[in-house]
């Protein structure tokens, strides 16, 4: 199956840095990538919906200044978390969609700030 | 709104019991699709299976098996002679045009013992 890659798969951070995260589609080209978050002992929650080449659509309640996406190429979307703060940690995790319904998530992305 | 719930948040067995994992949605869409990730401890989420809507035949792989119901909105997973290995949380998923985004439920922790 299709492949995706998530850059890094840990990163601690202190308070008030910015992170990026990278979600890469190793073999195949995704107009649309997903960025869910997941916090500890949670379900997965959308975040955006990113659209290469367009600006990204963020769900309810999810701060779009906080929370920079990218998708520059049909390989590739960042998530930029920026002035993160201890609340801000938790597994984040992309998806990239192939065609149709064909969807592959990355392994996510464990941000910890200190 | 689409919704999807797992009444059952913890289950524990014993090693070679079947179980079976509950996953009730909601939808308003004639067209979409289910599926099934398995969550081990690494948090990279696994693929087990997807269903489209108009498939309703149930599907065995293994010792996994899946029970699509649309009467009742139910796409039920049941584990045959489970094992160790199967210990995980289990998350039922519903994806629907046009934007095709996961929706997720909150999830099945399965612990299976020795």
């Known amino acids: 199956g299709a492949v995706v890659s998530q850059h890094p798969s840990r990163v601690i951070c202190k308070s008030g840095t910015s992170v990026k995260i990278e979600c890469r589609s190793l073999d195949f080209q995704a107009t649309t990538m997903f960025w869910y978050r997941q916090f500890p002992k949670q379900s997965l929650m959308l975040m955006a919906t990113s659209n290469e080449g367009s600006k990204a659509t963020y769900e309810q309640g999810v701060e779009k200044d906080k929370f920079l996406i990218n998708h520059a190429s049909l390989t590739l979307s960042t998530l930029t978390v920026t002035s993160a703060h201890p609340e801000d940690s938790s597994f984040y995790i992309c998806?990239?969609?192939?065609?149709?319904?064909?969807?592959?998530f990355g392994p996510g992305t464990r941000l910890t700030v200190t | 709104a689409q919704k999807v719930t797992q009444a059952q948040t913890e289950i524990s067995v014993v090693e070679k019991e079947d179980v079976t994992l509950d996953c009730v949605y909601e939808?308003?869409?004639?067209?979409?699709?289910l599926f099934w990730y398995k969550q081990p401890p690494s948090g990279e989420l696994v693929f087990l299976i997807r269903r489209n809507s108009f498939d309703e035949q149930n599907e065995i792989s293994g010792r996994y098996s899946w029970n699509f119901q649309k009467s009742t909105s139910s796409f039920n997973f049941t584990i045959t002679a489970s094992q160790v290995v199967d210990s995980a949380v289990y998350f039922c998923?519903?994806?629907?045009?046009?934007?095709?985004?996961?929706?997720f439920g909150p999830g099945t922790r399965l612990s299976v013992l020795p």
């Open positions: 998806s990239a969609r192939h065609t149709g319904y064909e969807q592959y």
């Open positions: 939808t308003r869409d004639t067209t979409y699709y």
């Open positions: 998923a519903l994806s629907e045009a046009p934007r095709q985004n996961f929706v």
